[in-house]
Structures are given as structure tokens and as C-alpha cells.
């Protein structure tokens, strides 16, 4: 068989420079170039989790601040329901008292304060008066009728907001201006301090200082009534304390918006010891012989009308 020339081999060149295309492996790492990150990622389970966790961690700060938020939104609920209930409250019992009536006190007193007509004139002159600040100071033996006209201004009105009435120690342990809510609210108050003794005075200054500052600066009106007990069996003795009262009161007197009145309750006597009597006694009647036998059981110097009620029920008066 003859071979043309298109049988004859192909020339190949054996140097080695020479490569054929078939001898290159695509398998082989591409060559490395500066600035090109060659790893290549053929796991998708060999990702990196950092963005993930960064998710989570946005995701709980998310969840925490939504329950900081609602446990912030209840508790502002209940304190504004709080304050709302407080509010009402306030709201339905808070009651002002205006002006005294005057002239009932004085009708009362007339009827009911025995063997004081010259005290009673005096708390009447002075509650009366168009004073912004009135400090009325009564004083005197125990069982004369101090307390009881106290009792009498206040009768009626007790149950006010802005009306005060304190007795001592209790007055110096608990008393502060921030908590006269009706002294706050109300244009007149009324503040009383009884079973003081004429050493008490130095106590309980500074706060009454502070509470006609604060009326002042309210633009308020107040009357302030202080009971003082001279526990004195002697009149020198009863000076004494009434001297006490008036050096330690001294300077409330100094400002032109004040008005001071001293107001001495007299001993009494057994024809005033028998008008309490007659008073507790209501429309009973009884015997002259009675009568001289329940006032041999009774001082009158030292205790005035003082129980008289209770010693009567005692003697099975009543």
C-alpha cells in the first residue's frame, strides 16, 4: 500500500518549551496573585457565623427593651391610678371652713362658759378683728374653761380641712407646715396647741414661726390658739408662768400683721362650781342637802369645773 504524502506523521517538537494544551491541569490552583484572596469556600456549612450572632444579639436586646417598655407602661398605670384614687379622695373630703360665726360662739359662750365673762369678751373681740394673723393665748388654772372654749369656737367645724387642733408633746413630735394641705388650699385656718406649760413656749417658737411665714408668703389668713395650764396654787406663782409666756411670745409681736391677745382665765368659785353642776344635772332636780354634799367632794380652787361629769358619776349623782 503506498502512502501519499498526507499519511506521513505530523512533526512534533520533544524540547522542553514546548507544551501541548492537553498537558495543562484544570485542577491545579490558579497561579497566586498579590491581592487576590484565593481561598475559595466549597462548604456552605463552613461560612462564617459572625453576622449571625451579631442577629441574635440585636434580637435579644429587642426583647429586652420591649419588656422594659411594658413593665415601665404598668407601673406608670398603677401609680397614675394611685394618685387618681389619692386625687378623688381628697377631692371628696376636703372641705374649707370660711369665716367664724362669731356671734354664735359668743351666744354659746354666754351659756356655757361660767364665771368668764371678761375672757369670753376677749376671744370674741379678737376673733372678730380684720387681722391677716390672730394669736390668741389662754391661760390659767387648771379647770377654769379654756379647753372648754375651744370647744365651743371649734364645735361646728371640726370635721374642716384647714381646721388644726393639737396637744402637747404631740404637736412638737409630728407637726410640719408641709402637711397643712388646708392651710395650702384654703384662705383661713385655724391651728390650736393645748395643754401647754409656760416652758413649752421656747419648744414650739420655731414652728410657728415657720407656719406665719408660710401663711405670709400664701397670702393666707390664720388664727392661732395657744392653751397654757399654770398648774399654780398661789397667785405669785401664776404670775410667774404668765411672765414666762409673755417673754418668750415677745416676738410676734413685732410684725404689723399680727395680733397678739393674752387672755386670763379667773379662778372660779363654788357659786360657778354649782352652775357646771346645774349644767350636768340638765332639767334633774335636787335637794339643797345634795347640793352641799356634792360640793364638799369637789376643790374648786384647784380644779375648777374640771370632770365634773365624771366625778358626779363617781358619787352616783347621775
Known amino acids: ?23 495543562i491541569s484544570y485542577n491545579d490552583p490558579a497561579p497566586h496573585e498579590e491581592g487576590i484572596n484565593t481561598e475559595l469556600v466549597t462548604d456552605e456549612n463552613q461560612r462564617p457565623s459572625t453576622t449571625f450572632k451579631k442577629l441574635v444579639v440585636h434580637l435579644n436586646e429587642n426583647k ?4 422594659k417598655r411594658t413593665l415601665y407602661i404598668y407601673i406608670s398605670g398603677i401609680i397614675i391610678l394611685l394618685i387618681s384614687c389619692v386625687l378623688y379622695q381628697i377631692n371628696a373630703n ?14 354659746k359662750m354666754s351659756t356655757r362658759l361660767y364665771g368668764q365673762s371678761t375672757a369670753s369678751s376677749k376671744i370674741i373681740n379678737t376673733l372678730r378683728s380684720h387681722t391677716k394673723n390672730k394669736i390668741l393665748i389662754m391661760y390659767g388654772r387648771t379647770g377654769v374653761g379654756k379647753t372648754l372654749s375651744v370647744s365651743l369656737i371649734l364645735e361646728d367645724i371640726m370635721n374642716f380641712s384647714n381646721i388644726y387642733h393639737y396637744t402637747m408633746p404631740t404637736f412638737v413630735d409630728m407637726f410640719s407646715t408641709d402637711l397643712l394641705l388646708g392651710l395650702t388650699l384654703c384662705q383661713n385656718s385655724i391651728v390650736v396647741i393645748d395643754d401647754l406649760k409656760s416652758n413649752d413656749t421656747s419648744k414650739i417658737k420655731d414652728k410657728l414661726s415657720s407656719l406665719l ?3 405670709e408668703n400664701l397670702n393666707k389668713n390664720i388664727t392661732i ?3 397654757y395650764n399654770c398648774d399654780a396654787t398661789s397667785g405669785e406663782l ?13 416676738s410676734f409681736n413685732d410684725n404689723d400683721e399680727n395680733v397678739t391677745e393674752y387672755i386670763e382665765f379667773d379662778s372660779l368659785d363654788e357659786t360657778t362650781l354649782r352652775k357646771c353642776v346645774e349644767y350636768e344635772l340638765g332639767r334633774r332636780e335636787i335637794s339643797e342637802e345634795k347640793f352641799k354634799y356634792i ?22 349623782i347621775l
Not at 376636703?94 to 351666744?107: A, E, M, T, V
Open 295 to 316: 360640793l364638799k367632794n369637789f376643790n374648786v380652787i384647784q380644779d375648777g369645773c374640771k370632770n365634773v361629769h365624771q366625778k358626779m358619776k363617781y358619787l352616783n
Open 238 to 250: 401664776l404670775n410667774d408662768c404668765v411672765t414666762l409666756i409673755k417673754s418668750e411670745m415677745k
Open 225 to 227: 390658739i395657744l392653751v
Open 64 to 67: 429586652s427593651n420591649s419588656r
Open 1 to 23: 500500500m503506498e502512502c501519499n504524502t498526507s499519511c506521513e506523521p505530523m512533526d512534533i517538537d520533544l524540547s522542553s518549551n514546548s507544551a501541548n494544551a492537553m498537558d
Open 94 to 107: 376636703f372641705k374649707c371652713h370660711g369665716n367664724l360665726n362669731i356671734q354664735r360662739i359668743s351666744d
Open 213 to 215: 411665714i408660710k401663711t
